[in-house]
Protein backbone atom coordinates (compact mmCIF):
# COMPACT_ATOMS: atom_id res chain seq x y z
CA UNK A 1 0.00 0.00 0.00
CA UNK A 2 1.15 3.48 -0.62
CA UNK A 3 2.76 5.32 2.42
CA UNK A 4 1.52 8.69 3.80
CA UNK A 5 3.27 11.39 5.83
CA UNK A 6 1.18 13.61 8.23
CA UNK A 7 2.32 16.26 11.00
CA UNK A 8 1.57 14.82 14.72
CA UNK A 9 -0.14 17.68 15.57
CA UNK A 10 -1.76 21.38 14.40
CA UNK A 11 -2.97 24.20 16.16
CA UNK A 12 -5.46 26.87 14.62
CA UNK A 13 -7.35 29.70 16.00
CA UNK A 14 -11.14 30.13 15.71
CA UNK A 15 -12.19 31.47 12.30
CA UNK A 16 -8.35 31.27 10.36
CA UNK A 17 -7.73 29.01 7.38
CA UNK A 18 -5.77 25.94 8.23
CA UNK A 19 -3.67 24.26 5.77
CA UNK A 20 -3.19 20.35 6.65
CA UNK A 21 -0.29 18.79 4.81
CA UNK A 22 0.18 15.45 3.54
CA UNK A 23 2.90 13.50 1.84
CA UNK A 24 2.73 10.46 -0.50
CA UNK A 25 5.99 10.30 -2.49
CA UNK A 26 4.96 6.68 -3.70
CA UNK A 27 1.73 7.22 -4.90
CA UNK A 28 0.43 5.75 -8.06
CA UNK A 29 -1.01 6.85 -11.27
CA UNK A 30 -4.70 5.36 -9.92
CA UNK A 31 -4.48 6.17 -5.85
CA UNK A 32 -6.93 8.63 -4.83
CA UNK A 33 -6.19 10.82 -1.79
CA UNK A 34 -8.86 10.39 0.91
CA UNK A 35 -9.15 12.65 3.99
CA UNK A 36 -11.25 11.64 7.05
CA UNK A 37 -11.46 13.30 10.29
CA UNK A 38 -12.49 11.57 13.48
CA UNK A 39 -14.32 13.93 16.10
CA UNK A 40 -14.27 13.04 20.33
CA UNK A 41 -15.82 9.96 20.87
CA UNK A 42 -16.62 9.33 17.36
CA UNK A 43 -16.09 7.12 14.27
CA UNK A 44 -14.10 8.59 11.33
CA UNK A 45 -16.22 10.31 8.88
CA UNK A 46 -15.27 11.57 5.26
CA UNK A 47 -14.34 14.77 4.34
CA UNK A 48 -12.97 14.97 1.03
CA UNK A 49 -11.28 13.19 -1.98
CA UNK A 50 -9.60 13.62 -5.29
CA UNK A 51 -7.19 12.03 -7.66
CA UNK A 52 -5.53 15.08 -9.54
CA UNK A 53 -7.31 17.73 -9.63
CA UNK A 54 -8.44 20.14 -6.39
CA UNK A 55 -11.71 19.48 -5.11
CA UNK A 56 -14.07 21.64 -3.49
CA UNK A 57 -16.92 20.39 -0.80
CA UNK A 58 -19.58 22.38 1.82
CA UNK A 59 -16.72 20.78 4.55
CA UNK A 60 -12.84 21.42 3.13
CA UNK A 61 -10.69 21.99 0.15
CA UNK A 62 -8.28 19.61 -0.93
CA UNK A 63 -5.44 21.01 -2.82
CA UNK A 64 -3.05 18.44 -5.02
CA UNK A 65 0.15 19.11 -5.73
CA UNK A 66 1.05 18.81 -9.98
CA UNK A 67 3.16 16.04 -9.08
CA UNK A 68 0.37 14.41 -6.70
CA UNK A 69 3.36 13.75 -4.09
CA UNK A 70 1.75 15.67 -1.98
CA UNK A 71 -1.65 17.15 -0.64
CA UNK A 72 -3.29 19.47 1.54
CA UNK A 73 -6.39 19.58 3.32
CA UNK A 74 -7.90 23.50 3.64
CA UNK A 75 -10.63 24.30 5.87
CA UNK A 76 -11.18 27.99 5.28
CA UNK A 77 -12.85 28.93 8.39
CA UNK A 78 -11.60 26.82 11.94
CA UNK A 79 -14.38 26.31 14.08
CA UNK A 80 -14.17 24.79 17.32
CA UNK A 81 -15.87 21.97 15.92
CA UNK A 82 -13.33 21.04 13.37
CA UNK A 83 -10.98 20.01 16.68
CA UNK A 84 -10.29 16.26 15.47
CA UNK A 85 -8.16 13.94 13.90
CA UNK A 86 -7.30 14.21 10.46
CA UNK A 87 -6.31 11.50 8.54
CA UNK A 88 -4.71 11.24 4.92
CA UNK A 89 -4.86 7.84 3.01
CA UNK A 90 -4.58 6.49 -0.18
CA UNK A 91 -6.72 4.14 -2.10
CA UNK A 92 -5.17 1.62 -4.40
CA UNK A 93 -6.14 -1.44 -6.46
CA UNK A 94 -5.41 -4.33 -5.65
CA UNK A 95 -6.58 -7.99 -6.32
CA UNK A 96 -9.50 -5.84 -8.34
CA UNK A 97 -10.89 -3.91 -5.49
CA UNK A 98 -10.28 -0.77 -3.28
CA UNK A 99 -7.87 -0.65 -0.58
CA UNK A 100 -9.50 1.36 0.98
CA UNK A 101 -11.25 -0.17 3.55
CA UNK A 102 -8.35 -2.24 4.64
CA UNK A 103 -6.08 0.11 4.73
CA UNK A 104 -4.75 1.25 8.64
CA UNK A 105 -5.88 4.26 9.54
CA UNK A 106 -2.77 5.83 11.78
CA UNK A 107 -2.34 8.35 14.47
CA UNK A 108 -3.06 11.13 11.79
CA UNK A 109 -2.84 14.98 12.93
CA UNK A 110 -4.40 15.86 15.78
CA UNK A 111 -5.53 19.81 14.89
CA UNK A 112 -6.42 21.96 18.12
CA UNK A 113 -8.41 24.86 17.33
CA UNK A 114 -8.55 27.62 20.40
CA UNK A 115 -11.34 30.03 20.66
CA UNK B 1 -31.64 7.53 6.63
CA UNK B 2 -29.52 5.47 9.66
CA UNK B 3 -26.28 4.56 7.96
CA UNK B 4 -24.20 1.96 10.00
CA UNK B 5 -25.32 1.53 13.74
CA UNK B 6 -23.71 -0.02 16.09
CA UNK B 7 -25.16 -1.37 19.60
CA UNK B 8 -24.17 -1.05 22.67
CA UNK B 9 -22.55 1.80 22.66
CA UNK B 10 -20.61 0.83 26.17
CA UNK B 11 -19.85 -2.77 27.53
CA UNK B 12 -18.55 -4.08 30.44
CA UNK B 13 -17.56 -7.12 30.58
CA UNK B 14 -15.74 -9.88 33.07
CA UNK B 15 -12.62 -11.84 31.67
CA UNK B 16 -13.68 -14.60 30.09
CA UNK B 17 -17.45 -13.83 29.47
CA UNK B 18 -18.69 -13.44 25.42
CA UNK B 19 -20.72 -11.06 24.19
CA UNK B 20 -21.68 -10.00 20.33
CA UNK B 21 -21.06 -6.28 18.99
CA UNK B 22 -24.07 -5.41 16.69
CA UNK B 23 -23.62 -3.74 13.23
CA UNK B 24 -26.08 -3.02 10.54
CA UNK B 25 -26.09 -0.79 8.08
CA UNK B 26 -29.22 0.61 5.72
CA UNK B 27 -27.36 1.16 2.68
CA UNK B 28 -27.40 -1.91 0.76
CA UNK B 29 -23.45 -2.07 1.00
CA UNK B 30 -21.80 -4.96 -0.30
CA UNK B 31 -18.50 -4.23 1.69
CA UNK B 32 -18.54 -3.97 5.93
CA UNK B 33 -15.37 -3.61 8.27
CA UNK B 34 -14.62 -4.13 12.04
CA UNK B 35 -12.19 -2.30 13.53
CA UNK B 36 -10.61 -1.48 17.06
CA UNK B 37 -8.88 1.54 18.36
CA UNK B 38 -6.66 1.81 21.18
CA UNK B 39 -6.37 5.00 22.68
CA UNK B 40 -4.06 7.07 21.24
CA UNK B 41 -3.86 4.75 18.35
CA UNK B 42 -4.91 4.42 14.58
CA UNK B 43 -7.75 2.23 13.49
CA UNK B 44 -6.57 -1.62 13.17
CA UNK B 45 -9.18 -4.09 10.66
CA UNK B 46 -9.56 -7.40 12.45
CA UNK B 47 -12.14 -8.78 9.65
CA UNK B 48 -14.14 -7.76 6.77
CA UNK B 49 -16.97 -9.14 4.47
CA UNK B 50 -17.01 -8.46 0.80
CA UNK B 51 -20.62 -9.82 1.11
CA UNK B 52 -23.22 -11.96 2.26
CA UNK B 53 -21.70 -15.36 3.22
CA UNK B 54 -18.20 -14.12 3.09
CA UNK B 55 -15.80 -12.94 5.44
CA UNK B 56 -12.15 -12.33 5.67
CA UNK B 57 -8.95 -11.69 8.49
CA UNK B 58 -7.85 -8.66 8.62
CA UNK B 59 -4.68 -7.37 10.87
CA UNK B 60 -5.49 -8.60 14.51
CA UNK B 61 -8.37 -10.71 13.80
CA UNK B 62 -7.22 -13.61 16.97
CA UNK B 63 -10.08 -13.31 19.56
CA UNK B 64 -13.03 -12.62 17.46
CA UNK B 65 -15.21 -14.25 14.73
CA UNK B 66 -17.58 -12.84 12.53
CA UNK B 67 -21.10 -13.83 10.59
CA UNK B 68 -22.50 -12.73 7.62
CA UNK B 69 -25.95 -13.95 6.54
CA UNK B 70 -26.98 -11.42 5.55
CA UNK B 71 -26.36 -7.61 3.45
CA UNK B 72 -27.03 -5.72 6.29
CA UNK B 73 -25.82 -7.46 9.36
CA UNK B 74 -22.16 -8.15 10.42
CA UNK B 75 -21.67 -9.02 13.92
CA UNK B 76 -18.48 -9.18 16.03
CA UNK B 77 -18.23 -11.95 18.36
CA UNK B 78 -15.86 -11.90 21.56
CA UNK B 79 -15.44 -15.55 23.00
CA UNK B 80 -13.82 -15.78 26.40
CA UNK B 81 -12.99 -11.62 26.42
CA UNK B 82 -9.65 -10.88 27.72
CA UNK B 83 -8.45 -7.41 29.15
CA UNK B 84 -6.31 -7.33 26.18
CA UNK B 85 -9.24 -6.82 23.89
CA UNK B 86 -10.28 -3.45 25.74
CA UNK B 87 -11.03 -0.98 22.88
CA UNK B 88 -13.23 1.14 20.99
CA UNK B 89 -14.68 -0.80 18.38
CA UNK B 90 -16.14 0.17 15.17
CA UNK B 91 -17.63 -1.28 12.09
CA UNK B 92 -17.73 0.50 8.60
CA UNK B 93 -19.00 -0.45 5.11
CA UNK B 94 -18.65 0.55 1.27
CA UNK B 95 -20.34 0.66 -1.20
CA UNK B 96 -18.09 -1.07 -3.91
CA UNK B 97 -14.66 -1.67 -4.92
CA UNK B 98 -14.04 1.32 -7.04
CA UNK B 99 -10.74 3.68 -5.37
CA UNK B 100 -13.16 6.74 -4.76
CA UNK B 101 -15.68 5.20 -2.95
CA UNK B 102 -16.55 6.37 0.57
CA UNK B 103 -16.31 4.87 3.91
CA UNK B 104 -19.19 5.64 6.18
CA UNK B 105 -18.35 4.25 10.37
CA UNK B 106 -20.29 3.73 13.12
CA UNK B 107 -20.02 5.53 16.22
CA UNK B 108 -18.26 3.06 18.01
CA UNK B 109 -18.68 0.68 21.01
CA UNK B 110 -16.52 1.13 23.98
CA UNK B 111 -15.59 -2.34 25.85
CA UNK B 112 -13.88 -2.44 28.64
CA UNK B 113 -12.72 -6.14 30.01
CA UNK B 114 -11.74 -6.40 33.75
Known sequence: DAKTTQPNSMESNEEEPVHLPCNHSTISGTDYIHWYRQLPSQGPEYVI???????????????????????????????????????????SLELGGSTLGRLYFGRGTQLTVWP | NAGVTQTPKFRILKIGQSMTLQCAQDMNHNYMYWYRQDPGMGLKLIYYSVGAGITDKG??????????????????????????????YFCASIRGQATNEKLFFGSGTQLSVL
Open chain 1, 49 to 91: HGLTSNVNNRMASLAIAEDRKSSTLILHRATLRDAAVYYCILS
Open chain 2, 59 to 88: EVPNGYNVSRSTTEDFPLRLELAAPSQTSV
